[in-house]
């Protein structure tokens, strides 16, 4: 193994933001309140215009893994994923995780989407390993609501790779990254080889400065 393939999750891997399935999800199956829809909705927007306010997001987010255990949890997770995620899944994705492991490197999910929620698409596409928000247990193995380590947004992928690259013997130069939005940017700059999949705007226009691939999956 010489290199690292990093992918991002909604709108690289998946044609969907999780976190606002996830209460959707929540709110058809009886265990969040309906007023939730809205809160979500609120909360992508300022995610999209770069203003999120993430403490108060993750306190809404995780309101229902409190108390719970990982195996309770995991199983509402598989059952959202079978739901609402694995319809949207990007087909064109699958070739490139397939292309990724053949070549001998390893593979991660790196999202800001917690890894409880990630999982089940990293088993789906055959994924090694799943980085990026990592929720908080207490003593007894139950989540408290918060969340262990950087919240796997923006400038922190950068740590969180470069972490990573260490961890696996490489070096940031050996590493490519796949990503759909302006948040994905310095990631996507930090790396030796980056991907823009189905950019947004400021994205799609920095691909075409810098020469990266832009890839329609």
């Given amino acids: 193994m010489n290199s690292l393939h990093i992918f991002d999750m909604d709108g690289t891997l998946v044609d969907n933001d999780c976190d606002v399935s996830w209460k959707l999800f929540l709110v058809d199956a009886g265990i969040a309140p309906r007023s939730d829809l809205e809160l979500a909705q609120k909360y992508y927007d300022d995610y999209a215009a770069g203003v999120l306010d993430f403490r108060e997001f993750l306190h809404f987010q995780l309101r229902e893994f409190i108390g719970k255990t990982k195996e309770e949890m995991a199983e509402l997770c598989q059952r959202h994923f079978d739901t609402f995620v694995r319809p949207k899944c990007r087909p064109g994705a699958f070739d490139a995780v397939r292309a990724a492991r053949e070549s001998g490197a390893i593979t991660t999910i790196l999202s800001s989407t917690n890894t409880m929620i990630s ?32 919240y796997a947004l923006g400038p922190n992928k950068v740590a969180i790779m470069r972490e990573l690259a260490a961890k696996l013997g490489i070096t940031p130069e050996q590493v490519s990254a796949y990503g759909d939005s302006d948040s994905d940017l310095p990631l996507l700059s930090a790396v030796g080889r980056a991907f823009a999949v189905a950019p947004s705007g400021t994205l799609r226009a920095e691909a075409a400065k810098r020469n990266w691939p832009i890839l329609n999956w």
């Fill in 119 to 150: 999982d089940p698409v990293r088993r789906h596409f055959g994924i090694d390993l799943a980085n990026g928000t990592t929720l908080e247990l207490d003593a007894s193995g139950r989540f408290t609501g918060g969340i262990a380590g950087l």
